[in-house]
């Protein structure tokens, strides 16, 4: 099926540097999701965007549907060591399919 | 309300059994979504189910089949198991377009 290209792959960060990843796809999406994913368990939703343009926080964490409706960004700021996981984005068309990221691995360093 | 909970969490299984898997969406969710997750393809759409009918269906072999009860309730099958099926499944009940994953079932097939 259909995959989002998300970037970057993984990163390596200190802790308390923001964060910033993306997502972007050839095709327009209705809605965007961002989930974070811990081992062995199922993703777990951060932010919901329904709007292009929309800008969206929860807590430390930032994420905007991009005005093109193709792409879409997180960020999240002051990490700490629980941010620690893979990210995905995922997009919702018109006929709610849902579409998902190739995923961001995050490790923070204490 | 509880999550979407997916039982059993492990399973251990040979070449060419097959399995059963179930999922309870959360309460009030009528659509329940299921996903293979593998490191190397990332999170693949399954099929979707809305009061007891497949609504969609992904890009997988007739091997792959589910089913939806009257109380939302799901089940998926897989038939004659091949070492590629080996991945953690993935149910998702839906809710205003978004959906909410439950922690997975890890297939290991031996």
């Known amino acids: 099926g259909q995959q989002l290209n998300q970037s970057p792959q993984s990163m390596f960060i200190q802790e308390g540097e923001d964060v910033s990843m993306n997502c972007t796809s050839s095709?327009?999406?209705?809605?965007w999701l961002w989930y974070k994913q811990d081992p062995g368990e199922g993703p777990v939703l951060l932010i919901a965007?329904?709007?292009?343009?929309e800008l969206t926080s929860n807590g430390r964490l930032t994420a905007q549907f991009g005005i093109t409706r193709k792409d879409s960004f997180l960020n999240i700021s002051a990490s700490i060591p629980s941010d620690v996981g893979i990210y995905f984005c995922?997009?919702?068309?018109?006929?709610?399919?849902?579409?998902f990221g190739t995923g961001t691995r995050l490790t923070v360093i204490p | 309300k509880a999550g979407v909970t997916q039982t059993p969490r492990y399973l251990i299984k040979t070449r060419g059994q097959q399995v059963t898997l179930s999922c309870s969406p959360i309460?009030?969710?009528?659509?329940v979504s299921w996903y293979q997750q593998t490191p190397g393809q990332g999170l693949q759409f399954l099929f979707e189910?809305?009061?007891?009918?497949?609504?969609n269906k992904g890009n997988f072999p007739g091997r792959f089949s589910g089913r939806q009860f009257s109380n939302s309730r799901s089940e998926m099958n897989v038939s004659t198991l091949e070492l590629g099926d080996s991945a953690l499944y993935l149910c998702?009940?839906?809710?205003?377009?978004?959906?909410?994953f439950g922690p997975g079932t890890r297939l290991t097939v031996l």
């Open positions: 995922a997009g919702l068309t018109g006929a709610n399919n849902l579409f």
């Open positions: 309460s009030g969710h009528r659509s």
């Open positions: 998702a009940s839906t809710d205003a377009l978004v959906q909410f």
């Open positions: 965007l329904y709007k292009a343009g």
């Open positions: 189910y809305f009061s007891e009918t497949q609504r």
């Open positions: 095709s327009i999406f209705n809605t």
